[in-house]
């Protein structure tokens, strides 16, 4: 069972991140044979960005990783563009991709009407790299977030038409998305995702953030004006704040309604939510301080892990070539799915 997934270098990781994304990384460490963690530094070149910011927030986000329990002795840490073969992947698997299921993705339609001077080819070329990400690994399960189910049904489809047409080449992988935590939302306005650029600044809680700032913002989370804490459609502040806390405690939604069941007073529950996610995160944000200044070892990491990718890539990426008859034969036999 090979997991991989993607992260992006753009500015300091939030707790839907966290609890999305970098929590089921952990846990993948130490089921995936192997886990594969990618730090997608070419993703965000596809909008704005300052070239020196990019280089130290790819650093920072593998601290941060670290920091947060990856281990890169047990999985594969990596950042994006030190391993070639993901953009060779992409522009091959171009050839099998419709240019209308690019037009029509979410994340496109929404990221170029954000774009002020230029709405880039790579920003609609983004899942393209997506899919390459993942199916240059032969991985069978890709731990995302909620917001990411586009670009993975996308890549499913990527695989499958490239195996009917060239044959039997690649894995169709499947997406794993959390049953709670998918969708952390923005505690200000709760109707909306917890997201870096489109959250709200006192909605947003960061993994590094500082403790008292974490429960502050907890206390002023937007709710309904009622005394029940429980998952209902007209309440998605107080549902919000039941998964996190679901989460941070490693036990269920359920489990949390049932010992607030009854009356109770909400400002009193965001600040249990508030203190239990900010001491939850003590000890990450305490690794990353030790971690984040030392570029010498985050770069001596980031290069033993993408030697270790470029080793399970590269064979892939040579089977794609002879399947799509790009460059002389080889003399091995195409490889089928790992
Ligand atoms: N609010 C969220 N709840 C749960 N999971 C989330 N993810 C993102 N937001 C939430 C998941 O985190 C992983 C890494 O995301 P990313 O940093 O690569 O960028 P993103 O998906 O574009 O989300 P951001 O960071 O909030 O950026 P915006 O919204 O500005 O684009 C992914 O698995 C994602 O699903």
Redesign the pocket.
């Known amino acids: 069972m090979r997991i991989f997934?993607?992260?992006?270098p753009?500015?300091r990781?939030?707790?839907?991140?966290y609890?999305?994304?970098?929590l089921q990384y952990v846990e993948g460490q130490d089921r995936g044979d192997p886990a594969i963690y990618c730090i997608?530094d070419l993703?965000a070149t596809t909008v704005g960005y300052d070239p020196a910011e990019l280089r130290r927030r790819s650093q920072e986000t593998a601290a941060l990783l670290v920091a947060a329990g990856l281990d890169p002795e047990r999985c594969v840490l990596f950042r994006q563009g030190d391993v070639p073969e993901h953009t060779e992947l992409s522009w091959l698997l171009s050839s099998v991709t419709p240019l209308g299921a690019l037009n029509r993705m979410h994340?496109f339609r929404d990221?170029s009407v954000a774009q002020r001077e230029l709405v880039s080819a790579g920003l609609l070329f983004y899942p393209v790299l997506m899919a390459a990400d993942v199916l240059a690994y032969r991985a069978h399960e890709v731990?995302?977030?909620?917001?990411?189910r586009e670009h993975i049904e996308l890549m499913r489809d990527v695989a499958e038409t490239f195996n009917k047409r060239f044959g039997e080449t690649l894995v169709v992988p499947e997406g794993n998305i959390p049953k709670v935590?998918?969708?952390?939302?923005?505690l200000q306005e709760p109707e909306r995702?917890?997201?870096?650029?489109?959250?709200t600044p006192k909605g947003t809680v960061y993994v590094d953030e500082d403790p008292a700032s974490i429960v502050k913002k907890f206390k002023s989370a937007q709710t309904d004006s009622g005394n029940e804490i429980v998952r209902r459609e007209d309440k998605p502040g107080i549902a919000n704040l039941i998964e996190i806390l679901a989460i941070v405690r490693g036990t269920t939604p359920e489990e949390i309604e049932r010992e607030y069941s009854g009356p109770q007073r909400y400002g009193d529950f965001k600040t249990t939510v508030g203190e239990e996610v900010a001491a939850s995160l003590a000890p990450v944000r305490e690794r990353y301080a030790e971690l984040q200044g030392d570029t010498a070892t985050i770069e001596d990491i980031l290069a033993a892990g993408a030697q270790k990718a470029q080793a399970l890539a590269a064979p892939v990426v040579a089977d794609v070539r002879e399947a799509m008859g790009v460059g002389p034969a080889l003399r091995r036999s195409v490889g089928g799915a790992a």
């Open positions: 997934s993607g992260i992006q753009t500015g990781k939030h707790l839907g991140n609890i999305g994304a970098i997608v993703h994340q990221k731990p995302v977030g909620e917001d990411q935590g998918a969708r952390v939302r923005d995702k917890m997201s870096t650029t489109g959250g």
